[in-house]
């Protein structure tokens, strides 16, 4: 049955963890990858009668993230208690906020911030041998290492309309994070986690869908994946006379699937109320902007640098600038070029040759075995015509797969440019061998240049740079 088209609406929350050297509310070290349950104590195990205290480390992250993404900082806010049972949280309780956020009311690129809150991470739960059955031989063990790691949480507005550009924020989000180097943003460690709510609506209407939620994509691309199955699904229900149920749900990136976690909860179910054991939260005035103040380049101003001062195309200075191991590959490249090779020529070759060789192994560029320096010296060689852009691509391409010193690889795979003096004689043969064509191009027919320029890349075996022949033709026909 066809209704009116069903547009989606996109919200993410995205939790972060700080790297703070201790935990949020007591003095256990955090280490990821440490000897489970070694970084712990009476306080994050949620024994009775110990006292949490506040990082006032993770309180200036907070305050950073939150000036980052433009919101304003509560003069006061207070914690509450989440109350919920499940094996990761001893307490029976998780310390957030509730009702005033840290932070509100901000954007980043084209998509507003509702709230920015603190709150602690719960244990980390790996589940081993079979599962599903009691009594099964299955069991799930808990590494309360994890637990109370500070976690600042990151609410959008439902103002993302597409899939790809879900990704493409989220991208945007992480290299802010890493800039004000409050995080690792690693997703596969998880200390970047993003969930997702997704809803449909009829194309024209104002009023929301049900949403559901996704929950902890953990890579941009299950992110992408995600949301487009469930946009899919949730379009399926509604064609076939349906309605969409308010639930959580977990995207299996193997089977694309969605299969739903529970129905969702609300958070009257939660039962908040404030936490007596933590005083409120007041940032003064001084101290927001002096947090204000500090803050490094971020990716926005970035792009426009790019764009201004280095002079780059606007597609490229956005993807460089949003990505921050593509920004971080691209401004050491520059650093390690040589005099007179360009910002603008180095962009060009990792946004697009890198990029897709990168694609072709499935990595992102900056996994592959392509290191910045070598990358620049390709492109210094291009630029001093010694290998022609055909060329230089099949390097790039070794360059990827298993890394090299590129003038190495230009020999060993004998691609570098003919000499001139050589190529001003093959220009020579290859005119006398093309007396029409010679007389065609002088008579001012343009294109039957082709015939000679071809007989020359035949003998250069495609070597020699396109530009180049073209000009020494037309020099040696007198024009
Ligand atoms: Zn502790
Ligand atoms: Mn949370």
Request: with cysteine; net charge negative.
């Amino acid at each position: 049955m066809s209704g009116p088209e069903l547009v989606p609406t996109i919200g993410l929350e995205i939790h972060v963890q700080l790297l703070t050297r201790t935990k949020m509310f007591c003095g256990c070290e955090l280490e990821f990858g440490a000897e489970p349950n070694t970084h712990t104590c009476p306080i994050c195990l949620g024994h009775p009668g110990t006292l949490p205290v506040v990082n006032e480390q993770a309180i200036e992250y907070a305050t950073r993230i939150a000036v980052a993404l433009g919101c304003e900082v509560a003069p006061r806010s207070i914690f509450h208690r989440k109350n919920y049972f499940y094996p990761d949280l001893p307490k029976g309780y998780q310390i957030s906020q509730f009702d005033i956020p840290y932070g509100s009311d901000g954007r980043l690129g084209d998509v507003r911030i509702h709230r920015v809150h603190l709150e602690e991470d719960a244990a980390k739960l790996s589940h081993v041998g079979e599962s599903g059955r009691i009594h099964g031989s299955g069991a799930s063990l808990v590494d309360f290492n994890r637990g109370g790691t500070p976690l600042v949480e990151i609410v959008t507005e439902p103002d993302i309309t597409d899939p790809a550009a879900a990704r493409e924020w989220l991208g945007l989000l992480r290299t802010t994070l890493r800039q004000l180097g409050v995080s690792d943003v690693n997703m596969e460690e998880g200390s970047l986690r993003c969930d997702a709510n997704v809803s449909v609506r009829p194309a024209g209407t104002e009023e929301l869908g049900t949403k559901t939620e996704l929950k902890n994509m953990n890579s941009f691309r299950y992110l992408e994946r995600g949301v487009d199955a469930e946009i899919a699904r949730q379009r399926a229900v509604i064609e076939a006379g349906g309605a969409v149920e308010q639930e959580t749900l977990h995207f299996d990136p193997a089977s694309g699937t969605l299969t739903p976690l529970r129905s969702k909860e609300y958070s009257h179910d939660y039962r908040y109320f404030p936490e007596p054991d933590l005083v409120t939260l007041a940032p003064s005035q001084a101290d927001v902007e002096a947090a204000r103040d500090s803050l490094p380049e971020l990716p926005e101003q970035r792009r426009e640098r790019y764009a201004e001062e280095l002079g780059l195309h606007p597609d490229a200075a956005r993807l460089l600038a949003f990505d921050a191991d593509l920004a971080e590959f691209f401004e050491s490249a520059t650093a390690a070029a040589a005099d007179g090779v360009e910002a603008k020529a180095i962009a060009n070759w990792i946004t697009g040759d890198l990029v897709a060789l990168a694609r072709e192994s499935e990595l992102e560029p900056a996994a592959t075995s392509a290191d910045p320096a070598s990358v620049a010296q390709l492109v210094g060689l291009v630029a001093s015509k010694q290998v022609n852009r055909g060329g230089a691509r099949e390097v790039l391409a070794v360059l990827v797969r298993e890394g090299g010193d590129p003038v190495e690889i230009v020999e060993r795979l004998d691609l570098g440019a003919s000499d001139s003096g050589e190529l001003d004689a093959i220009v020579e043969k290859a005119i006398a061998e093309q007396p029409d064509a010679a007389a065609k191009v002088k008579a001012g027919e343009g294109k039957a240049i082709g015939a000679i320029v071809g007989v020359v890349m035949r003998e250069t075996r495609g070597k020699a740079d396109g530009g180049e022949v073209t000009r020494l033709i037309r020099s040696k026909l007198g024009l």
